[in-house]
């Protein structure tokens, strides 16, 4: 069976993020002055993690299927369908099982997290991660009226980052840390973390009575040869681990709004049951079980597409960005791209490449902290486009280091 990720689909006027909405959300109350003037047709999209490829007939199929019925009315999650497909994708993939009544539906992951927070954590307490970070993690937390507290990754001489834990084991016997967000595998830096560091960072959680939010969204991208475990499924008998996964990423299903997550606590879950949302759409749960039903051959080929692209994006920058530190990450679609050595951390590089050559990506000053002139950029997209992307980015590059030797003479 063969998949073609090589077809660009235009996603204008279909009031996608990545196109049409990219102004308003990533600058707010500050719009660009003046206002961009580089035609639609010449932007780039690399930024928000969702894909420019169509999802697998896998799920396509399933809606269709599902709007052979036509009443579409209150849904939730009621049968068993859904968690024998996403019980048989986590026991056939790694090794993980939990019973179905831990298994909850939530609207997406961001949803998980904002209710989790109010959930587990009361008023002025601590929610610790790691930086650079998703963003909502932060968003989670400060608009829930929770103080968010960050232990910074180190980043290595070859680029690679690791858990400060000295510092982390400061940060978590805070008492009033109640709480862990753990990106599992780590969006922005691309890191799958250890058997290792996972246990460590588990154990100075639960020995501080800190519970812990693994965001595994990311798990089912990772490189060829590259494997997730699951932080639950190290330990089975802690009922502080919840942990949140998704069609969302795998399949491109963003829009669908639909996640799993696994509340091993009965009280907790009992508190979810409570003040959650409990609908889904009709035709999300119909995608997500026909995404983990049928969906797994359409993975594997876009798991090899991913690997080609981050190749011939390491074999570019290496020829025409040679101080541009890069490597390819170990799982998710978003490439982390340090370029230190061309801009001071005056430049907001978000605005940058989007007013110099049409490309929209995201700044590492979007990641909370310590992510300063890095970008990070979506390789879910056809090679075509990822080489469109990269000539821009080093032609922008070039240009402004050209200016700024000609102002220095």
Same mark, same amino acid.
């Given at each position: 069976?063969?998949?073609?990720?090589?077809?660009?689909?235009?996603?204008?006027?279909?009031?996608?993020?990545?196109?049409?909405?990219?102004?308003?959300?990533?600058?707010?109350?500050?719009?660009?002055?003046?206002?961009?003037?580089?035609?639609?047709?010449?932007?780039?999209?690399?930024?928000?993690?969702?894909?420019?490829?169509?999802?697998?007939?896998?799920?396509?199929?399933?809606?269709?299927?599902?709007?052979?019925?036509?009443?579409?009315?209150?849904?939730?999650?009621?049968?068993?369908?859904?968690?024998?497909?996403?019980?048989?994708?986590?026991?056939?993939?790694?090794?993980?099982?939990?019973?179905?009544?831990?298994?909850?539906?939530?609207?997406?992951?961001?949803?998980?997290?904002?209710?989790?927070?109010?959930?587990?954590?009361?008023?002025?307490?601590?929610?610790?991660?790691?930086?650079?970070?998703?963003?909502?993690?932060?968003?989670?937390?400060?608009?829930?009226?929770?103080?968010?507290?960050?232990?910074?990754?180190?980043?290595?001489?070859?680029?690679?980052?690791?858990?400060?834990?000295?510092?982390?084991?400061?940060?978590?016997?805070?008492?009033?840390?109640?709480?862990?967000?753990?990106?599992?595998?780590?969006?922005?830096?691309?890191?799958?973390?250890?058997?290792?560091?996972?246990?460590?960072?588990?154990?100075?959680?639960?020995?501080?009575?800190?519970?812990?939010?693994?965001? &595994?969204?990311?798990?089912?991208?990772?490189?060829? /040869?590259?494997? @997730? =475990?699951? #932080?639950?499924?190290?330990? *089975?008998?802690?009922?502080?681990?919840?942990?949140?996964?998704?069609?969302?990423?795998?399949?491109?299903?963003?829009?669908?709004?639909?996640?799993?997550?696994?509340?091993?606590?009965?009280?907790?879950?009992?508190?979810?049951?409570?003040?959650?949302?409990?609908?889904?759409?009709?035709?999300?749960?119909?995608?997500?079980?026909?995404?983990?039903?049928?969906?797994?051959?359409?993975?594997?080929?876009?798991?090899?597409?991913?690997?080609?692209?981050?190749?011939?994006?390491?074999?570019?920058?290496?020829?025409?960005?040679?101080?541009?530190?890069?490597?390819?990450?170990?799982?998710?679609?978003?490439?982390?791209?340090?370029?230190?050595?061309?801009?001071?951390?005056?430049?907001?590089?978000?605005?940058?490449?989007?007013?110099?050559?049409?490309?929209?990506? &995201?700044?590492?000053?979007?990641?909370?902290?310590? /992510?300063?002139? @890095? =970008?990070? #950029?979506?390789?879910?997209? *056809?090679?075509?486009?990822?080489?469109?992307?990269?000539?821009?980015?080093?032609?922008?590059?070039?240009?402004?280091?050209?200016?700024?030797?000609?102002?220095?003479?």
């Amino acid at each position: 069976m063969t998949f073609d990720f090589d077809q660009p689909i235009s996603r204008q006027g279909t009031n996608a993020l990545a196109e049409d909405g990219f102004e308003n959300y990533l600058f707010g109350a500050e719009p660009l002055v003046p206002p961009l003037q580089v035609p639609a047709t010449e932007l780039v999209s690399m930024w928000v993690a969702d894909m420019q490829f169509a999802a697998p007939e896998a799920a396509i199929g399933a809606m269709r299927e599902r709007l052979g019925h036509p009443i579409f009315g209150y849904t939730m999650n009621f049968d068993d369908q859904l968690y024998d497909a996403f019980g048989a994708w986590c026991g056939r993939r790694y090794g993980w099982r939990f019973e179905r009544e831990q298994m909850q539906i939530s609207l997406g992951v961001i949803p998980a997290l904002f209710g989790l927070v109010e959930y587990v954590c009361d008023p002025g307490d601590k929610v610790l991660s790691l930086t650079p970070s998703y963003g909502y993690f932060k968003h989670a937390v400060v608009q829930r009226d929770r103080v968010f507290e960050t232990s910074p990754l180190r980043k290595k001489e070859d680029g690679d980052y690791e858990i400060d834990f000295e510092d982390f084991e400061r940060k978590v016997r805070d008492p009033a840390v109640k709480l862990f967000f753990l990106c599992h595998p780590h969006n922005p830096t691309g890191r799958v973390w250890t058997e290792d560091e996972l246990r460590r960072m588990a154990e100075l959680c639960l020995s501080n009575g800190v519970k812990i939010v693994s965001d &595994e969204i990311h798990c089912d991208l990772t490189r060829t /040869g590259v494997t @997730h =475990v699951p #932080l639950a499924k190290l330990f *089975p008998n802690s009922k502080d681990i919840i942990t949140c996964m998704a069609v969302s990423k795998t399949f491109n299903l963003a829009g669908m709004m639909i996640a799993t997550v696994i509340i091993p606590d009965p009280e907790l879950r009992a508190t979810w049951k409570r003040r959650h949302y409990p609908l889904v759409n009709p035709l999300s749960l119909a995608a997500a079980v026909g995404a983990y039903t049928e969906g797994e051959a359409w993975l594997e080929a876009l798991r090899q597409y991913l690997d080609d692209n981050f190749a011939f994006m390491h074999r570019y920058l290496s020829l025409w960005l040679p101080k541009a530190r890069f490597q390819i990450p170990q799982a998710t679609y978003l490439a982390w791209v340090d370029l230190s050595a061309y801009f001071d951390d005056s430049i907001n590089l978000t605005r940058f490449f989007l007013e110099k050559a049409g490309l929209i990506l &995201e700044g590492g000053d979007m990641f909370v902290a310590n /992510g300063a002139q @890095h =970008v990070r #950029l979506n390789l879910a997209c *056809p090679q075509m486009q990822v080489e469109k992307a990269l000539k821009k980015l080093t032609t922008a590059i070039t240009a402004s280091r050209s200016s700024a030797a000609i102002v220095r003479h």
